[in-house]
């Protein structure tokens, strides 16, 4: 998978994530769904590579601020290390190519 690719994915998985926070749809959900659609080389990772213990530890992450307690959404909730990782990385590539 070369960058553009990459990109490409992250974007998509983007648009994803937003389309159902807008549905207020759960952060956890929406890890499921992401997780659900991965394929190639990312879901050999994730199927192969780490163990049960892995996958469950990155599910539950949560955003944590420099004193150690959750950051909570809207909604009240923790929110999630892997739809907040999703979203920043395709925030630092849009920025990225905006300024080349």
């Known amino acids: 998978m070369n960058e553009y690719h990459i990109t490409n994915k992250l ?3 983007t ?23 991965f394929t190639r080389q990312l879901k ?4 192969n590579v780490l163990t049960i213990q892995q996958q469950t530890e990155i599910l539950d992450s949560i955003q944590i601020n420099e004193t150690g307690e959750p950051i909570l959404n809207l909604d009240n909730e923790p929110i999630l ?3 907040f990782l999703i979203l920043y990385i395709n925030d630092i590539l849009i920025f990225s190519n905006s300024i080349d």
């Open 44 to 47: 050999g990772w994730w199927d």
């Open 11 to 13: 974007q998509k998985m």
């Open 15 to 37: 648009m994803v994530s937003n389309a159902y926070k807008i549905k207020n749809v759960a952060d956890k959900v929406v890890t499921n769904l992401l997780i659900a659609r």
């Open 81 to 83: 290390n892997l739809v």
